[in-house]
């Protein structure tokens, strides 16, 4: 949800912007029910820092920013405490990562821009080659996506190791996109990686948070505003975000490429299948 968003980008946020991010992670319902000025004054800043505040995370304004702040508490799935504990039993584990989980989708499916993602399918649906980039966790949604992606008909491949991606990206050329996967978008071998890609004139399309490095050196950003949380014994609900984001991208993709494309599919999956019960027979 927001609130996880803002936590995620305090680092980027100036001196005077970070005291509002407080105040707000501190009574996120003052910002709610008060006005610009209730905010100015609990963070002890200028109502113009409010807005800039508002305008680093990647809104227009006050407005929306409360908006979606509204939005998101008003959807999040009710839990005391979604931090696993040393004594947790399993029904409490069931109950808090599920949680969590459900938080992100809902956060997800009402705060994801739509626009971006048909800005992200046109570009992909006339890419002649399309490059997944990502390092740890990201990485691994890289190779999930061009697993689903491969299937499209336009040539895929996904580098996690970021010395390869930047060669990749020193040999594209226009018509090309990349991909770029990023929980923080602050990561400088994928930074780099990006800005080489930008640098032959391919398409970059961004899969991170909004008001970020990354985010800035994007073609197209599609932005996913959730938290990246270093305990280690809670998962990281930005990568199920990313993963429902690459489903809906590639699934989209493929209903661009028209019903003739969706036959391929369907002979292929047919194929598989065949070769399945041709194997199956076989070990008997």
């Known amino acids: 949800m927001l609130l996880d968003s803002i936590r995620t980008q305090l680092d ?43 305008r680093a995370l990647g809104y227009d304004g006050w407005q929306e920013f ?8 008003a959807l999040a ?15 409490d584990l069931v109950s808090k990562i599920c949680s969590r989980s459900l938080n992100a989708l809902l956060d997800l499916r009402n705060n994801l821009d739509v626009d971006a993602i048909q800005r992200a399918l046109d570009v992909l649906v006339a890419s002649n080659k399309i490059e997944f980039y990502g390092q740890g966790t990201s990485g691994i949604v890289a190779a999930d996506a061009q697993h689903k992606f491969f299937r499209s008909g336009v040539p895929t491949v996904a580098y996690s190791d970021p010395d390869i991606h930047s060669i990749a990206a020193s040999l594209l050329k226009k018509g090309d996109t990349v991909v770029a996967i990023s929980q923080r978008g602050i990561s400088p071998a994928l930074l780099r990686s990006v800005q080489l890609a930008r640098n032959m004139e391919a398409d970059v399309i961004a899969l991170s948070p909004s008001g970020t490095p990354l985010a800035e050196l994007a073609t197209v950003l599609v932005p996913i505003d ?9 998962p990281i609900s930005a990568r199920l975000a990313h993963l429902v984001v690459i489903d809906i991208l590639a699934v989209g993709l493929a209903i661009k490429r028209g019903p003739g494309f969706r036959h391929k599919m369907q002979n292929a999956q047919k194929a598989l299948q065949k070769y399945d019960v041709q194997f199956d027979s076989f070990i008997r």
């Open 12 to 54: 980027l946020l100036s001196k005077s912007e970070k005291k509002v991010a407080h105040a707000v992670l501190k009574d996120p319902n003052l910002a709610i029910s008060g006005n610009i000025t209730a905010l100015a004054k609990s963070a002890d800043v200028s109502e113009p820092t409010v807005v800039r505040f508002c």
């Open 226 to 234: 959730l938290s990246f949380n270093i305990d280690p014994y809670t």
């Open 77 to 91: 799935v009710p839990s005391v405490d979604e931090s696993p504990a040393q004594d947790d039993l399993a029904v």
């Open 66 to 73: 409360k908006l979606k702040l509204a939005q998101g508490l």
